[in-house]
């Protein structure tokens, strides 16, 4: 494979790639599992189908069919940890201590327990992740088996049909209907909650626009159209904001993403996509049409304008410093911050998110860790910016749009920013025979 051609790959044998593909495929459908498990046209969920809106619990089972399936092929935790550098392992020994301690000392220990068992099971999924990534990556350096790519294909098509899904549920119920179009739709327990996989999918196809060409180039127009359009039309301002955020520095930064035909390309599914958010109507709601909900911020005050994230700060920045040592522990936030109103599970920061399950030190145990991570992809990405820069954007864009809403408190986020940043990881390591 030395003398291949940069778009010949080394696919691996039949056995091993159909797993792969299956793993991808199952991946990038998750949020369409979610919306079928729960598709009530009246809205009128039954216990098992909350739990799987509440809980994304098809995410949080994948992640454990992942963790069976990378031990049953060779996966050694054990190794894995030996493998990694003095400072990681310290930092990583801080947080699992931070994170036991602050469940052992929790107001409401049974429901700490379900964070610490989520938390336990997204350490493995990352172990699990990276060794089947390893396994399956590309041994030259083309592009048309390579998994990574294979998964950026994938999961905005994943993304785009979750879309369809939820414009023929509109079209069944009636736009015009009096529906609880807010909090009552299939797949979650808010609209909103569907940025947590649009805005990936936005930022992979941005970054497949501006690293490929031909009828990738083409298909990832569609896709960055149909799903940025439909993040507009849910009305959800923070996935748009670290996007373009995130589309600012890139193109500072790469040069692919200064080549005029990139921009023209991005330009034009961007506009599309906002032409179509608008053409398509609008449940007589304020939670829609970001684009609205922005020309309407101007005059409103700080709280209203960040949708009452600055309370929320405030009161959870309180609660921190009530525990800095060992953190108030998982899932007592709801139930413990005044401005949580007993309903917002996360105060929509990350930072603040760490600090007040952790503790200080858990906090800053794991922003190191994901600081050492960021340095090691921009560092790849800039090596290998064709075979990197989508997953780089998806991850960069997920990092920044933590800081203003729950990223890494779900399931399937946690598990999308694993696969973009671990995949770089995977693909381009010294010894990926590059």
């Known amino acids: 494979m030395t003398n291949a051609k940069e778009n010949d790959v080394h696919v691996p044998g039949w056995p ?12 990038s459908a998750l949020p369409v599992v979610t919306a079928l498990l729960s598709f009530r046209v009246d809205g009128e969920f039954a216990f098992w189908q909350l739990i799987a809106r509440q809980f994304w619990l098809p995410s949080q089972l994948f992640e454990i069919a992942t963790i069976v399936f990378a031990l049953s ?13 003095g400072k990681v392992k310290s930092l990583a020994a801080l947080w699992l201590l931070s ?30 992740a990276l060794f089947l990534l390893r396994r399956w990556r ?4 083309g592009y048309r088996g390579n998994i990574t790519i294979m998964f950026a294909d994938a999961m905005p098509i994943g993304s785009t049909a979750f879309v369809s899904l939820m414009v023929i549920f509109m079209v069944m119920v009636g736009i015009s209907s009096d529906y609880d179009w807010v909090s009552s739709l299939p797949g979650f327990t808010h609209i909103r909650h569907s940025g947590y996989f649009l805005m990936p999918a936005i930022a992979l196809s941005t970054g497949m626009i501006a690293s490929h060409e031909g009828k990738r180039r083409h298909l990832h127009l569609v896709l960055l159209a149909i799903n940025f359009g439909f993040a507009i039309w849910i009305g959800s301002r923070g996935p748009l904001m670290a996007y373009f955020g995130v589309l600012a520095a890139a193109v500072l930064l790469f040069a692919m993403m200064r080549n005029a035909r990139t921009i023209g390309t991005i330009t034009l599914a961007l506009a599309g996509g906002a032409i179509l958010s608008q053409a398509i109507p609008t449940p007589d709601h304020s939670s829609f049409n970001a684009v609205a909900r922005f020309e309407g911020s101007n005059s409103q005050s700080a709280d209203k304008l960040s949708s009452g994230r600055t309370e929320i700060w405030r009161d959870t920045w309180r609660g921190v410093l009530e525990q800095p040592v060992l953190g108030h522990g998982g899932n007592q936030f709801r139930l413990q911050v005044p401005a949580a109103k007993e309903t917002y599970n996360h105060p929509h920061n990350s930072v603040l998110q ?24 921009v560092r790849f990405t800039f090596a290998y910016p064709r075979q990197n820069l989508a997953l780089f954007l ?3 864009s997920m990092a920044l749009f933590s800081l203003i809403d729950g990223v890494f408190y779900y399931n399937l986020p946690i598990m999308l920013f694993l696969i973009c940043a671990f995949g ?6 010294p010894d990926s025979k590059q």
């Not at 092929?73 to 550098?85: F, H, I, S, T």
């Not at 602050?102 to 699990?128: D, G, K, M």
Request: hydrophobic share 55%; glycine share 8%; with cysteine.
């Open 16 to 27: 091993e790639s159909r797993p792969a593909i299956w793993w991808i495929a199952v991946l």
């Open 73 to 85: 092929r060779g996966c050694d935790v054990q190794k894995e940890w030996a493998g990694l550098g």
């Open 99 to 128: 994170i036991l301690l602050a469940t052992t000392f929790a107001e409401t220990p049974n429901t700490a327990v379900l964070s610490l068992i989520s938390w336990t099971i997204h350490s493995l999924f990352a172990v699990s």
């Open 138 to 141: 590309s041994s030259s350096q």
């Open 354 to 377: 760490f600090a007040y399950e952790w503790g200080l030190f858990g906090a800053a145990a794991m922003l190191c860790l994901l600081a050492l991570l960021g340095g090691r992809l």
């Open 394 to 396: 998806a991850a960069s």
């Open 424 to 429: 770089i990881l995977a693909q381009t390591e």
